[in-house]
C-alpha cells in the first residue's frame, strides 16, 4: 500500500510540473491569414515541445500590435508571438526561445528581421543564409543573442 502511495504521489508531481511547463510553454502567435512561412514555424515549435495558438490579422492591426509590445520597426517580420511574457518577432529558431526562457534577461524579446532563408519556417530548399537573433532590450537597443551561417 505504502508503494502505490508513493507512486501515485509521484505520478500527481510529475503530472503538475509537466503541466506547469506545458502552460509556461504556450506560444500565442500573430499572422497574416494563410501565411504558410508563419504556419511553418508553428510546426518548427511544436516539434520542438511548444504549444502554439495562431490568431489571424490584417496589416495594420499586427503592425500596431508589434509596435505596442516593444518591436522596434528593424526588427519587424511577418509574425509576432508572445511567449511567458516575452515578444517574438518572426523565425526564432525553438533552441533560442527555450534559451530566452531560462535565461530570463531583463528584455523584450527575441528577434529574426525580415525572413531569411534557411530559418524555421523558412527552410524550403537547402540553402540557408547566415542570420543573427537579436535581443530587443526594454529601451529598444539590440544584441546578437545567437548567429546561424550559411551553407
Known amino acids: ?77 511577418c509574425h509576432t508571438a508572445l511567449v511567458d511574457g516575452y515578444v517574438i518577432e518572426g523565425h526564432v529558431p525553438a533552441t533560442d526561445i527555450r534559451r530566452l526562457l531560462s535565461e530570463r534577461p531583463d528584455a523584450i524579446g527575441l528577434a529574426v528581421p525580415e525572413m531569411p532563408l534557411g530559418s524555421p519556417g523558412m527552410d524550403q530548399s537547402d540553402m540557408r543564409e547566415a542570420y543573427d537573433v537579436f535581443l530587443i532590450r526594454r529601451d529598444g537597443s539590440t544584441e546578437v543573442f545567437a548567429s546561424y551561417a550559411s551553407n
Not at 500500500?1 to 510553454?25: G, I, P, R
Open 1 to 77: 500500500m505504502k508503494k502505490c502511495l508513493t507512486a501515485l504521489m509521484f505520478t500527481l508531481a510529475l503530472s503538475s510540473s509537466t503541466q506547469a511547463f506545458a502552460d509556461q510553454s504556450l506560444v500565442e502567435v500573430r499572422k497574416t491569414n494563410g501565411c504558410g512561412c508563419c504556419l511553418a514555424w508553428m510546426e518548427h515549435l511544436e516539434e520542438n515541445g511548444f504549444n502554439t495558438t495562431g490568431e489571424d490579422m490584417f496589416a495594420g492591426p499586427l503592425t500596431r500590435f508589434k509596435i505596442d509590445n516593444g518591436v522596434p520597426q528593424r526588427m519587424a517580420s
